[in-house]
C-alpha cells in the first residue's frame, strides 16, 4: 500500500499558485497527500481559503496573521465568527506574533493574538499558531487561556518546545528541518517531540526543503514535496517514514477533523 500522507499548512491561497493550483493539487493527490490544511491570513484571504477548501475538499483555517495585524478591520472578530459556522474552517489562524519581521507594531500583533486566542477558547477551536523571535510574548499570552492547537513551523529552542509540548501544543515541523545548517537546532530537536504531538506541513510556496533532488526550477514548494520533510524528520527520530506519516496523519484527524465533527 502507498504511504499516505497529510500537508497541514499549505498558503493555497499564495499568488505564487495562481498559474497552476488545479496542478498543484493534482499532483499532491498523486504523491499520496489526502488532505491538507489550508491557511489564511487575513479575513479576505481566509474566505479564498475556505473557497478553496470546498472546491478540493481540503480544510482550512480562518484568522489574522501576524503581518496583516496592522490592518485588520473593526468587525473582523465577527467576520471571523461567520467564517467558522463552515464545517471546512477548523482552526484559529494563522495568528501569532512576529518579532523578527515586525511587519505589524508589536502592540497590534500582541491585541490581535489575544482576541484570537480568546476567540479559540469561547469557541474549543485550535489554534493554528505562527511564533518567530517572540517566545516570551507568546508564552505570556498563553498562559491567560487555555487553547488547543498546533505551534506551526517550530525553529525555537529547547525551552520553547519544552513550555510549548507542556502547554499541551502540538508541534508543526516543515521543510526548515531539511536546511543542515539553519535548521541544526531542530534536528536536535525533532527527536524529543512525542509521537502524538508531531504534525508536518510543508508552508508552501515556502520553504522548499533543500534535501528535495530534483530541485524544481521555479524553487517553489508545492504539498507533492511533503514526503522529504517525512523522510529527514524519519531519519532524525530513528523511524520508519511509514511511521512518521502514519502519526502526523492521525494527529492531523485528531487535531482538525474529529474534534471538529463531535462538537
Ligand atoms: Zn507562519
Sequence with gaps: MTTRYIDAGVNLTSSQFDDARDDIVMRAKQAGVDNMLLIGTNTQDSMHCLQLARHYGFVCTSGIHPHDAKSTQADYIAQLKTLFLHPEVVAVGECGLDFNRNFSPRSEQISVLSQQLELAEQNNLPVYLHERDAFDAMRAQLEQVKVHGVLHCFTGDKHALDFYLHYGLMIGI????????????????????????????????????????????????????????VREVARLRGQSCEHVA????????????????TQ
Design 246 to 261: 502514519k502519526i502526523s496523519h492521525a494527529n492531523f484527524q485528531r487535531l482538525f477533523i474529529t474534534r471538529r465533527g
Design 174 to 229: 516543515t521543510g526548515w528541518v531539511c536546511d543542515e545548517r539553519r535548521g541544526a537546532q531542530l534536528q536536535q530537536l525533532v527527536p524529543l517531540i512525542p509521537d502524538d504531538r508531531l504534525l508536518i506541513e510543508t508552508d508552501a510556496p515556502y520553504l522548499l526543503p533543500r534535501t528535495l533532488k530534483p530541485k524544481p526550477k521555479s524553487r517553489r514548494n508545492e504539498p507533492a514535496f511533503v514526503e522529504a520533510i
